[in-house]
């Protein structure tokens, strides 16, 4: 993979974004596997309900784990300096989530020159489930 | 019921965690990922990699995987039921592979509240080494409803 060119960037530009197939019960029962995250909240609708809440929701890094791929796929995961999220709603069983990311910052860090990305995770209506940044080195 | 501040600068029990391709390929699954570098040992063998590659929220992942995840909340008399992710965040030192054995080093570094308690914040911060050097800074902000 290619990084792209520093100079080349400019404050505003998008990344290639993408918009996720519906969230299932599979892909929750996938993440639980993958990520070692059972709990009951992600993956027992009886629990759930018995807890006063309609149905079970998807597990907040889930959706982090969607706006990484959005990062890795525009550069290799080692010019990713730092990266965070901000939880801000759930994401219910059939959302499609989709992911950008926005060029906010042009800087030099560490004596490195780098990019700080806005990254936003939202349903299609475009309420936010997760907002976050990152610094990527492009030099 | 306010979480005593007592419990910043608390250690959280250290543990360590070997990174199996078999947990990644699931992750890769689970993500959507198509970048075989991430799922497919020989493809990782062929691009040069130690081991399938570590996607940059397993970090989390690998420090949630004890018997107890949360521990030091419990610790500090909190009801898990009223547990919400706030805030998650990772700074990179160093990419990790499978077969990679990561320390994680724990502390509790800030506890604050807003709305007169309603929502109670716990921020901790982990440090992941690999044969001691420093690989992650893993830092988390966990919400306690009232």
Redesign the interface.
Known sequence: MTKPNFDALNVGDMLPSFT??PVSRL?LA??A?????HHPLHLDQDFVRA?GMPDVFAH???G???L??L???WVP??A????????TAITQIGERLVCTGRIVEKLEQGGEQCVRLELTCANEQGEAKHKGDAVVALA | MLIDKKHIGMKVPPHSVRLTAW???????????T?PLYFDEEAARQAGLPGV?A???FF??MD??KEHPFDYLETMGCDL?KM?????????HQ?VYSGDTLDFDGEITDIYDKRNGALQFVVKDVKVRRQGELVCDV?SVMVIRA
């Open positions: 996720t197939e892909t996938l993440y596997t993958g990520s070692g995250d807890n907040g890094m889930l982090m784990a969607y990484g791929r990062l890795t796929q995961q080692s990713i300096r730092s990266f965070g999220v901000r939880f | 947990q990644l390929k699931w992750f890769a699954k689970a993500t959507g990922e970048n590659l996607p940059p929220t989390f992942c949630m995987d039921m919400l992710h706030g805030e998650q965040s990772f700074t990179y990419p830092h």
